[in-house]
């Protein structure tokens, strides 16, 4: 069975060839229908991979090294994915089902164009499936076949954890067409407004499952490490900052190339570095180059191969942007102070931030080329990411109302007025009634700034209530992302400067006292899961008249010998009250448990405006209604 | 406001906030890279400047572990190749493969004598996954 698989990623192998040769000799229909048929032939291979998962099929080396008949059945078929050679499978297959969508949707009128997207995503396709074949195989047998499989690394056994790697790999590989888009744009020298309109809606489909992935990974790692935090600036979650925000920087540069056909060398070299930076963070993630909290299929041999696939594709893309740009032409006329500008200062501020991020997160290497052994964490970027984000977070309410070309500044100075009031009003509120840190209150000033400032954008051209419902898709779409973006911004503010921890140490019966909890730990009970036993202590939290009863596991998993922390959240409304269980401890001759107790502040609310940011993604793909006047589009 | 002054604005203000943000990343290596310590380095180089957080690195000593605050807070030893030592106390709960005898990584303050406060501990997971700061100590012993 699983030989069928092989084969048919062999065929898709080909298929991929024909795509890349069809396409970058201009046969558009021939290019796109071996785009669809290696999409299928692809998606049989994945689900026959999956099938076997589901069948504990122990003579596939892959599904005996990473399964177990006793794991509950969604995540055998999480399993698929959950380790390096399925991961491979399902990059690969990503890659093809952006081709083939793009080959049976893309109505440019431009046939060479659309065949030379459909060529270069075709060589991408071939590149990544001669890696999957040749170095990380999947269908490879185990002879003879064990009787029971090692089982799923425990702690990717989670429900949110089965769907991040999917939605990531969504917006890692979305960015390959994207990249396609602009390698094709270049090759014919036209990055204008039809391409545009076309770059525009593939990173946003990028873009979108890109945002949801990483909060799912780090909502994951919130409640399942223990740790109590929801960033770490561990390199892996850097890896994936990275394309968001070069994704970010692109989305509203190509604005400005659709509307006003500027920007279009920027933007394609910003196509471009959208998925190279995507393959340095698997790059990153996969060779084992960084310590990592979340080091997940480490191989440094693999890691060799993802250099020189990313130089190859650097090379050929930034090669050919460096031979054709300097001929593109510029769009229409613009003053530094306009819509363009203003978009200009959002992408340099995106790009910049970048770099940073990127220092940080490669400085431990540099320096250990220098015989140092050091490590970058949360306070360099603190000192150095935020503070630059934070300018264009104060600037965006300020600036969205600019016109294009030339903005008219008259209302400047209101604006200007308005954000000082509104922050000052906050300070004293913070500071002097509240007593908050400096820091913080001005942080939540910044975030209520940026959804006030998302709502009045939306009133300011609705002009009246009755006209919001009816603004294009891509008004609400922008409100809806930046309004998230204040409320992410106000959620970290609050949940970072207000978060409060303790460790307790607690016999049964005993009590202990955090941000006003009085907990009390009542007994710890052994129980048993299909694959899993564990401790499970139950708790009472009072707080007032609020009561809350918390259950907190320690799992161990026999199959992976591993433990797991399952902790307990209990909701309040206004923030997470949240429990970790440790380990028992002798003390004094008594026995003794460990926990480790966490108020955290507001992290629904952090969430909820990553989910609306994405959503605006998605929301911003709607079909435009025709007829209607440029200038009544969204930025 | 013709094309060449607005491109020579605009990359003016790029290349301020560029050297501005070169200007803030170097400030804050320096301030904030944490550099590593075995117990070995530590006799070697002297107690980093106060205040600043590094990382400790090495094995806990068999036999070490104790604990305090009514079992919040452990104390432990960590060793190397060297004959040096470091005590190290933490607060919070042990990771999961924190074991008397194994790799632990510690980020956290010494006190002006010497002892380490950890804020964070991480353990040595399993034969695919070590901490790589510890990978130097194990080719040496």
Not at chain 1, 320 to 328: I, Q
Not at chain 1, 593 to 609: A, I, K, Q, T
Request: net charge neutral; glycine share 12%; hydrophobic share 50%.
């Amino acid at each position: 069975m699983i030989e069928l698989g092989h084969f048919a990623a062999f065929l898709a192998l080909g298929l991929s060839l024909a795509q890349a040769v069809f396409g970058l000799k201009g046969e558009r229909r021939l290019a796109g229908l071996a785009a669809v048929t290696g999409f299928g032939v692809m998606a049989l291979s994945f689900l026959i991979l999956i099938f076997a998962f589901m069948r504990s099929d122990f003579s596939v080396a892959l599904v005996a090294n990473n399964s177990h008949t006793l794991k509950p059945m969604v995540y055998k078929i999480a399993g698929a994915w959950g380790n390096h050679e399925g991961s491979m499978a399902l990059w690969c297959l990503v890659t093809i089902g952006f081709g083939a969508i793009a080959a049976a949707t893309m109505r440019t009128g431009r046939e060479t164009f659309e065949a030379r997207a459909l060529g270069v995503q075709g060589m991408l396709a071939f590149g990544s499936l001669a890696y999957l074949l040749f170095a990380s195989s999947p269908f490879l047998r185990l002879d003879p076949a064990p009787f029971q499989g090692a089982g799923l690394n425990p702690l990717l056994q989670d429900p949110a954890l089965a769907l991040h790697p999917p939605m990531l790999y969504l917006g890692y590989v979305g960015y390959s067409f994207v990249f396609a888009l602009a390698a094709a744009g270049l090759m014919e020298g036209r990055i204008d407004r039809v391409w545009a309109k076309e770059a525009r809606i593939w990173s946003l489909a990028a873009f979108a499952p890109l945002t949801l992935g990483i909060a799912l990974g780090s909502y994951w790692a919130y409640y399942e490490l223990g740790w109590g935090g929801w960033w770490f600036w561990d390199p892996v979650e850097n890896a994936s900052l990275m394309p968001w925000l070069i994704g970010a920087a692109l989305l509203h540069s190509v604005i400005v190339t659709e509307k006003r056909e500027s920007f279009a060398a920027w933007t394609a070299l910003l196509a471009v570095l959208s998925f190279l930076f995507s393959i340095l963070g698997a790059f990153l993630v996969r060779s084992g180059v960084l310590t990592s909290v979340h080091a997940f299929a480490v191989d440094p041999e693999r890691g060799t191969l993802l250099l020189l696939g990313l130089l190859a594709y650097g090379g050929f893309a930034l090669g050919l942007f460096a031979m054709r740009a300097p001929a593109l032409t510029g769009g229409k006329p613009w003053q530094l102070f306009s819509r363009e500008g203003a978009l200009m200062a959002n992408n340099v501020v995106l790009i910049v931030a970048t770099l940073t991020v990127l220092l940080g997160t490669l400085f431990p290497l540099i320096a250990e080329a220098f015989g140092r052994t050091i490590s970058v964490g949360e306070p360099y970027f603190n000192l150095t990411f935020v503070p630059i984000l934070v300018l264009i977070l104060i600037l965006l309410p300020v600036v969205q109302a600019w016109a294009w070309g030339k903005a008219d500044l008259k209302t400047w100075t209101r604006w200007a007025m308005g954000g000082a009031a509104l922050t000052a009003v906050f300070l004293l509120l913070g500071v002097g009634v509240m007593s908050i840190p400096l820091g913080a209150a001005f942080g939540v000033a910044v975030g209520v700034w940026l959804v006030f400032g998302g709502v009045w954008e939306m009133k300011r051209r609705a002009m009246t209530l009755g006209r919001v419902f009816k603004m294009p898709a891509r008004v609400w779409a922008m409100t809806l992302a930046h309004v998230g973006l204040g409320l992410f911004v106000i959620g970290a503010v609050i949940e970072t400067s207000g978060r409060y921890e303790a460790t307790l140490a607690l016999a049964e019966g005993g009590t202990g006292t955090v941000a006003g909890w009085e907990i009390t730990l009542k007994e710890v009970r052994a129980i048993e899961g299909p694959n899993w036993y564990a401790d499970k202590a139950v708790l009472t939290a009072c707080k007032g008249g609020a009561s809350a009863e918390l259950l907190p596991m320690k799992r161990f998993y026999p199959a992976a010998m591993m433990p797991t922390t399952e902790t307990a959240i209990h909701k309040t409304g206004t923030g997470d009250l949240y429990v970790a269980l440790g380990e028992q401890r002798e003390v004094d001759g008594q026995a003794r448990w460990v926990f480790r107790v966490y108020y955290n502040p507001m992290v629904d609310l952090l969430y909820f405006g990553v989910v609306l940011i994405g959503l605006g993604g998605l929301l911003a793909m709607w079909p435009e209604k025709r007829g209607l006047k440029p200038s009544e589009g969204a930025a | 406001m013709r094309a060449r002054t607005r491109r020579l604005y605009t990359f003016g203000i790029a290349a301020l906030l560029v050297i501005a943000a070169a200007a803030l990343a170097f400030f804050a290596l320096r301030e904030n890279a944490n550099l590593f310590y075995t117990p070995e380095i530590l006799a070697e180089k002297g107690l980093p400047k106060e205040g600043r957080e590094v990382k400790v690195g090495g094995w806990v000593e068999p036999g070490s572990l104790t604990y305090a605050d009514g079992g919040a807070t452990m104390r432990f030893t960590v060793i190397d190749n060297s004959p040096n030592t470091i005590t190290v106390s933490f607060t919070g709960v042990a990771p999961d493969l924190f074991r008397e005898g194994q790799g632990v990584v510690a980020t956290g303050r010494f006190s002006p004598e010497g002892e380490f406060t950890a804020r964070q501990l991480l353990a040595k997971h399993d034969e695919n996954y070590q901490p790589r700061e510890l990978k130097p100590l194990e080719a040496g012993g």
